[in-house]
């Protein structure tokens, strides 16, 4: 008899905390959705970073306080007055009719700043809205949450408004710019991803009171600095095709059970934190741990994911071709390592039936590179 | 990407070592080049925080913006920066050639700087300067507007394949060597330098290993790296607002000191690889054609210079349709010349096609050297045909128009047909120009039996696109509510607010 799933991922996860799914972790997943390493250190709520540093491949990215101070200045400046530069976007820039404004802050309830309470404050209100009632157009930082993997994980979109259209809208106030109307496509990505993940939230939360997805818009509004300015200007972001894929990923973690029945029944990745907080897991250890799940690595990781450097030394050390990345890799479909690619190229390897044509392809090149390399010329 | 390319990613990935990808180095590099390391503010639009410029490795000059909120220090930083800018590209508006319309600089300025990320921030200083007024309210000295419009035309030419006014060093070397590591990695400048060049005493595993490590090298910019920022920047920025709010000089010019030192720490690394790259790049022979590629910088710089002199507005913030779409004609074809001219110069690239199919080389096994066929105009001219039995997996179909680099300039030809024979394909062409204008081909210009041939596609002349006018774009391309687009000189211009903090 095999452990229910839950019993398994605590296993794998062992003595520490549990981290909960955020905004912006479920927005990872669209990132590298087949990784499976990924999948079950999110899904057991594992500290990647600290897993990652005990290893000693430490993560490389870390925020810079001048962007958070950035980001933080630019919401406190679009939502100052009851949020008057805000208005001031969805009425002038995206010719928005708002007739009368109620705005709600749902920051803290009666000073109580837990995240359960906010929830159900956030529930009541954004329900009463829905039905007709009260008066409520913009929510500020409402709590949302959202059941992921049997776990409850809590999200806070930074602001919900209400009566574009009749329908909600979630709101995205980002601190990159939007110069001459143009913003970087990567941020913009990112930024939609994370609003989707509120989208899901919210429809989920009216879903329960017996409201249709339609009340909430997948379009959403982003708020952005206009040029080199803090002035803040807005544009609609068409986020259906996130919406679709992040939901398709959480349908995925429901089914991790499939995945931890591949594992050895014995498999954890505990740090064994001792009374001081210091890892008692020797490295070597909690490494072969890692060695036993499959990974997919792949070069952006690097940007995105705190265990890229664990994976890349691994996927370095098997020789894999997914250390050069997609662009070279694809050349050589259904070929996973330079070892097979030089064995293939210089005739030492029998291709098998449908590495045929790719072997072909593979000697005519180790021919031509030889030629060039037998005239000398450039070192 | 090729076989052949890939294949030699993979070859220096086993072998631990960057592998050559071209014979020459297919872009001008200036005998005198600018090089600019432009840091930016974390989080920031447009926010500079220093730049390390200067045309030798010896007289590097280092700017520092102690404040990047602040606006009044953001455009003291532009003016100087576009005054050694301007110094520099003037430098080359001396020497001209040629009489009236055809008259030419013969030289053109080349601004160089560490990766794709600098071109993007110079591309943002260039829009963040080049609408300024230089009087009025937040007026800014006169070389601020000029330095934009003169870094947006170089970020634009920068667009354009085979071009050397603006490069970034890390695509000049992935242009020339293939590393064992991903293109995203490749970016990084210290990484790539790794694996073509690593620190005496140092394997290529030590070298990447260090590349990443900021306490080793420090990014290349434009962004610092977020301890550095948190540890060190953040703390001094602080010390000098401080300074700044009490008025007090001594401690003004202390936070000044450190806050130059501090960044000095971080730029100086880049700024001597930089260096040492360029003269890595120069031992590398420069490919025939761009020499004349970089007649066209001359006179793309030239005719620039002019429109400066007279006046010209600054480039608009968004491309009319028309404008886009004359653009992007053009881009596309010089990147077509381009890609010929490398395959023409270069075995290298050669190879690179054929492993394709793009390209084919042979030896000729059958010819028909007095073949001629009768003209519309009833004029018998030669024809020649030959066959070339070639092991490349030609993917070229019949009537695709040749050149060939291995027989005389001016030779054409035109694919008949192409047969599978075996493991090898028979390639029937038949040529078409380049022998002479008798009845007979001249001596040379038929490949003979036994002779071995290399052809390529020709990217051949095709006249200029015809486009209407910039007022006349069909209803299809103009947009309906003019709202915000498109006057060339916005007219809030100058009155753009800035990140001020107070």
């Keep these: ?379 | 990407m090729s076989t052949l390319s890939a294949l030699a990613h993979v070859q220096a990935m086993e072998s631990m070592q960057a592998v050559p990808l071209t014979e020459f180095r297919h872009r001008h590099l200036s005998a005198r080049p600018l090089v600019i390391i432009p840091l930016a503010m974390a989080g920031e639009a447009g926010a500079p925080l220093a730049a390390m410029v200067g045309s030798a490795k010896r007289n590097g000059t280092l700017l520092v913006v102690a404040q990047p909120r602040n606006r009044d220090q953001r455009f003291a930083f532009a003016a100087g920066l576009g005054r050694i800018v301007m110094d520099y590209i003037d430098s080359f508006r001396q020497d001209r050639r040629g009489e009236g319309e055809r008259s030419r600089y013969t030289d053109a300025p080349q601004i160089l700087v560490p990766n794709p990320g600098g071109l993007k921030a110079l591309a943002d200083l260039g829009r963040m300067c080049r609408f300024r007024s230089t009087s009025g309210p937040y007026a800014v000295p006169d070389v601020v507007p000029e330095f934009g419009m003169w870094l947006t035309f170089l970020v634009d030419k920068a667009e354009q394949a085979g071009t050397s006014m603006l490069l970034p060093v890390t695509g000049m070397l992935t242009e020339h060597w293939a590393t064992g590591q991903s293109t995203l990695e490749d970016q990084n400048l210290a990484s790539l330098m790794a694996w073509i060049a690593p620190p005496s005493g140092l394997s290529v595993d030590q070298a990447m290993a260090d590349a990443e490590n900021p306490d080793v090298c420090p990014p290349a910019g434009p962004s610092t790296s977020p301890e550095f920022d948190n540890r060190d920047l953040a703390p001094a920025i602080r010390k000098f607002d401080t300074a700044h709010k009490l008025g007090d000089p001594h401690a003004l010019s202390a936070a000044e000191t450190e806050l130059r030192e501090l960044i000095a720490g971080q730029i100086q690394p880049t700024w001597r690889m930089v260096w040492q790259a360029i003269s890595l790049l120069r031992s590398v022979p420069e490919a025939p054609r761009s020499a004349k590629r970089f007649e066209g910088d001359c006179k793309a710089f030239t005719d620039y210079s002019n429109y400066r002199d007279s006046g010209g507005l600054p480039q608009r913030k968004r491309d009319t349709a028309i404008g886009a779409a004359r653009r992007l004609s053009f881009l596309e074809r010089a990147l077509a010349e381009f890609e010929s001219d490398m395959a023409f110069d270069d075995r290298f690239v050669l190879a690179d096609r054929r492993s394709a199919g793009e390209a084919f080389s042979g030896t000729v096994v059958e010819a028909e050297p007095g073949r001629t066929v009768t003209t519309d105009k009833n004029r018998r001219v030669p024809r020649p045909r030959v066959t070339v039995r070639t092991e490349d997996p030609v993917r070229l179909a019949a009537d695709t128009k040749l050149i060939s680099p291995s027989m005389l300039a001016g030779h054409k030809a035109v694919i008949v047909s192409v047969l599978p024979d075996g493991d090898t394909a028979r390639v029937t062409v038949e040529i078409t120009g380049g022998m002479g204008r008798g009845r007979v081909p001249k001596q040379g210009t038929v490949p003979e039996p036994g002779q071995y041939v290399a052809y390529l596609p020709d990217p051949g002349w095709r006249p200029a696109p015809q486009f209407p006018a910039s007022d006349a774009a069909p209803w299809t391309h103009s947009a309906a509510d003019e709202v915000g687009t498109d006057s060339a000189v916005p007219e809030d211009a100058a009155a753009e607010e800035w990140g001020n903090e107070e």
Excluded at chain 1, 252 to 268: A, C, M, S
Excluded at chain 1, 297 to 313: G, K, T
């Design chain 1, 1 to 379: 008899m095999r452990e229910p799933v839950d019993d398994r991922l605590a296993a794998l996860r062992g003595s520490a905390k549990r981290l909960d799914y955020n905004a912006r972790s479920l927005a990872a997943l669209e990132n590298n959705p087949r990784c499976t390493l990924r999948a079950l250190l999110d899904a057991s709520g594992s500290d990647k970073a600290a897993i990652a540093t005990h290893v000693g491949h430490p993560p490389a990215f870390g925020q810079s306080s001048f962007a958070i101070t950035r980001g933080n200045a630019f919401e406190a400046m679009v939502k100052a007055n009851g949020c008057a530069e805000l208005l001031r976007v969805l009425r002038e820039t995206l010719e928005l009719t708002l007739p009368e404004v109620g705005y709600e802050d749902l920051n803290d309830v009666g000073g109580d700043g837990r995240s359960k309470e906010r929830h159900e404050r956030t529930e009541e209100v954004l329900l009463r809205a829905a039905r007709g009632e009260g008066d409520g157009t913009l929510f500020d930082h409402p709590m949302l949450c959202l059941q992921i993997g049997g776990h409850k994980a809590y999200l806070e979109p930074d602001l919900v408004a209400f009566r574009i259209d009749g329908r909600f809208h979630v709101v995205e106030i980002k601190s990159f710019p939007i110069i001459d109307e143009q913003a970087a496509p990567a941020q913009v990505r990112a930024a939609t991803t994370q609003a989707s993940a509120y989208i899901i939230a919210l429809r989920d939360l009216l879903g329960r009171a017996g409201i249709g997805e339609e009340a909430v818009s997948d379009t959403i509004v982003l708020v952005a600095p206009k040029d080199f300015t803090n002035r803040p200007t807005g544009a609609f972001v068409d986020a259906r095709k996130q919406v679709a894929a992040l939901t398709r990923q959480l349908s995925r973690i429901e089914r991790v059970g499939d995945l931890v029945d591949l594992l050895p029944e014995d498999l954890t990745f505990d740090l064994a934190r001792d009374s001081e907080d210091r890892p008692r897991r020797p490295a070597e250890e909690l490494n072969e741990a890692l060695d036993q799940v499959l990974v997919t690595y792949r070069p952006d990781c690097l940007n995105h994911c705190e265990m890229a450097f664990y994976c890349r030394s691994r996927a370095r050390a098997e020789a894999s071709l997914d250390v050069l990345g997609p662009v070279v890799r694809d050349q050589f479909g259904g070929i996973d390592t330079t070892t097979m690619v030089m064995g293939l190229a210089r005739g030492e390897l029998t291709p098998s039936e449908d590495q045929m044509e790719m072997a072909a392809a593979l000697r005519h090149a180790a021919r031509l590179r030889a030629e060039l390399e037998d005239l000398g010329g450039a070192a």
